[in-house]
């Protein structure tokens, strides 16, 4: 038997796209694009140096948390489901890396593990007993942090060398962390888009009745996303600890309503099915900018997240036109 079974060309969203054009579609993929080139050309127009190759690493540095955390949260919208735990998840992350990972490897390996593993245990639980996907993983936030402020009550730990030494290589032409959100977008779009599972997981969130009747377990479905959204945030939490140099329980805590941003602003839509990981990577390293951007313009960082709400409003209200007009 194939890969793909069947069954797959009953599943929804598997037909053949219309020859006419969808304009809320093109709309969609156009609006992260246009935040970023707007806020990147603000940007160079108060530093010329901003697109120098050392000012891009500088840049998009400490985009690369958010990144990976965008990618975890589209996932989850991908099958209709919400995650508030991710950012605390990301902070777990990073205090197991920086506590453990330099003197005790193996122990710190072994909590990774199974934080991914509780992941996906989580995932089957929210699907078994109907738990909203926002209460299970709001719950599950709390025993995130309350992990993490017992590896590492106060901020410190350090960062492992092998992971020092790979964020301080230089690739020719393209900055380092340019280079990973570009890697990271493909194998997204390759994960969803291409995959034979891909088509299983974006049906799964568009009709999981269908996809069940179909012969695919949901059940499977949930708890593959969930896991792959842990790996996601355990690579989210190498980034934070090297970008910050030391682990923090609470250093992540604002990425998860910036990764349902970004999920937002990359074309994702709450109702399931919908998957579009490189405009979610394009909007995550958008409202990334929004902070050195207040920082030029000599703005005070308490009025960030007011900002980022700003442009995630404006984005809704620009989709919702598009929906009413096209």
């Known amino acids: 038997m194939s890969a793909i079974s069947p069954t ?22 156009a609006l992260p694009v246009v935040a970023l080139v707007g806020i990147l050309a603000w940007i160079v127009s108060l530093e010329p140096d901003a697109l120098s190759y050392n000012g891009l690493t500088l840049l998009i540095s400490t985009t690369i948390p958010l990144v990976f955390a965008t990618m975890a949260q589209m996932l989850m919208v991908t099958i209709g489901d919400i995650d508030l735990g991710i950012g ?6 990073n205090v197991v890396i ?82 990973i959100a570009i890697v990271v977008a493909i194998a997204g779009w390759l994960m969803v ?22 012969g695919w377990s949901v059940l499977r479905v949930r708890v593959t996303v969930y896991v792959a959204a842990a790996i996601l945030g355990v690579l989210a939490g190498v980034a934070t600890t090297v970008v910050t140099a030391s682990g923090d329980a ?40 929004v902070a050195p951007l207040l920082a030029l313009l000599n703005v005070s960082s308490d009025y960030q997240t007011g900002v980022q709400g700003a442009i995630l409003i404006a984005v809704l209200a620009g989709r919702a036109l598009a929906r009413r007009d096209v």
């Not at 605390?88 to 992350?93: D, E, K």
């Not at 909590?111 to 299970?136: D, T």
């Not at 995959?195 to 069940?212: C, Q, S």
């Open 98 to 179: 920086a506590r453990y990972l330099v003197q005790h490897a193996g122990i710190g390996l072994l909590l990774l593990a199974g934080g991914v593993a509780a992941y996906g245990l989580l995932g089957a639980l929210i699907h078994l007993r109907r738990i909203p996907s926002i209460v299970g993983t709001l719950g599950a936030s709390f025993v995130w942090l309350g992990l993490a402020l017992l590896v590492l009550p106060s901020p410190g730990g350090t960062v492992p060398g092998f992971m020092t030494t790979f964020w301080a290589w230089s690739p020719p032409l393209v900055p380092l962390p340019v280079l």
């Open 8 to 29: 797959q060309a009953e599943l929804p969203g598997t037909s053949r796209r219309r020859a006419t054009i969808d304009w809320a579609d093109v709309i969609r993929a």
């Open 250 to 289: 609470n250093s992540s805590a604002g990425l998860t309503l910036l990764s349902v941003a970004a999920v937002v602003l990359g074309g994702g839509e709450f109702s399931g099915g919908i998957a579009n990981p490189i405009g979610g990577v394009i909007g995550a390293v958008a409202i990334s900018l």
């Open 193 to 214: 888009g291409r995959l034979p599972y891909g088509v299983v997981i974006r049906a799964a969130g568009d009709d999981p009745v269908a996809v069940g009747r179909a």
């Open 88 to 93: 605390a998840f990301i902070g777990f992350a």
